[in-house]
């Protein structure tokens, strides 16, 4: 079993920038895919972003990139997502999520096993 906690979030303004961090909890950290979904109040879930165990393949959702990066230290169990240029945005949670080494859709949600309860992120105009 592994646990995903998730930090960072508030309420930002559109523009700015923010960083979210998710630490995991178990020392086989760095066999898992690594990524970030979020759900927008009353709409579907989607893909954010992942990286791969080894950090040497990053993905992400067109409407992202560009403007957030994906990293993570195998060393500190910890993923990050480093969100620039927000824009407005109705009140969203982000989610960690980890998946086995082999994944070979990293965009969909059922790649995914382990979910972390999320951290909302709410960015004004």
């Known amino acids: 079993q592994v646990q995903l906690v998730e930090s960072g979030g508030g309420v930002v303004q559109a523009g700015t920038s923010l960083r979210l961090s998710c630490a995991a909890s178990?020392?086989?950290?760095?066999?898992?895919?690594m990524g970030w979904f979020r759900q927008a109040l009353g709409k579907e879930r989607e893909f954010v972003a992942a990286v791969s165990w080894s950090a040497g393949s990053t993905y992400y959702a067109d409407s992202v990139k560009g403007r957030f990066t994906v990293s993570r230290d195998n060393t500190k169990s910890t993923v990050d997502l480093q969100m620039g240029s927000l824009k407005p945005k109705k009140p969203s949670v982000y989610y960690c999520?980890?998946?086995?080494?082999?994944?070979?859709?990293?965009?969909?949600?059922?790649?995914?096993?382990?979910w972390g309860r999320g951290t909302q992120i709410t960015v004004s105009s």
């Open positions: 178990r020392r086989a950290f760095s066999t898992y895919t």
């Open positions: 999520v980890a998946g086995s080494p082999y994944t070979p859709r990293p965009m969909q949600s059922y790649e995914y096993i382990y």
